[in-house]
């Protein structure tokens, strides 16, 4: 198995592929968008990867980070997610912000990447948080918020706050505090946007 590569970056595809030499062999990786930018034509690249075998192709995968690595091979371990699903996600979503997405149940973060539904959005939430060691997962399945950020989104949709409001404004809080300071932190956060 490859683990990783280190060599010059010989191409660079907007799809997000590339092809790096490594003693003079070129492999060509496929990327997370958000890596291209870090790639630069003829500079040196060092990526951890994956090598996906399928039975009629050998397909290598690459990123920057080993958190990213290893969030993509829990990403294809869940049922229903493939490689291409796989990095489809972690395009639109760091490591983290897919952690805290699972954290504050938010579908319709994970409904921004392509190809993912609210029906599959839903799925992938249950399954992904087992996989991807999501802190304060509440494994009893009884629906209740489990964190202070799940129960101040809850009550800013329920306020009428728009999901795109919502998850804007929750990234703009700190991780720490009551659910009361969080929600009152939430509406002023929220007013200031609006005025």
């Not at 029906?119 to 992938?124: F, N, V």
Request: aromatic share 4%.
């Amino acid at each position: 198995m490859i683990g990783s590569l280190r060599g010059a970056v010989l191409e660079r595809h907007p799809a997000g592929e590339v092809v790096v030499e490594v003693g003079g062999v070129g492999y060509r990786v496929l990327i997370p968008l958000g890596a291209l930018t870090q790639l630069e034509f003829g500079a040196p690249a060092f990526l951890f990867t994956h090598l996906h075998v399928r039975e009629d192709a050998m397909v290598l995968y690459g990123f920057p980070t080993r958190d990213e690595r290893d969030t993509f091979e829990a990403l294809i371990g869940a049922t229903g997610v493939g490689p291409k699903l796989g990095l489809a996600i972690l395009s639109v979503h760091s490591p983290g912000s897919l952690r805290r997405a699972l954290v504050d149940d938010d579908l319709a973060a994970l409904t921004l990447v392509p190809g993912v539904g609210k029906r599959t959005a839903q799925r992938l939430l249950v399954e992904l948080k087992s996989r991807l060691a999501v802190p304060d997962f509440d494994v009893t399945g009884g629906g209740a918020p489990v964190t202070a950020r799940a129960e101040v989104r809850e009550a800013l949709s329920g306020l009428g706050y728009a999901p795109d409001e919502v998850r804007d404004v929750l990234t703009q809080l700190g991780d720490d505090g009551s659910v009361e300071d969080l929600l009152r932190d939430a509406l002023r956060l929220l007013a200031v946007s609006r005025a």
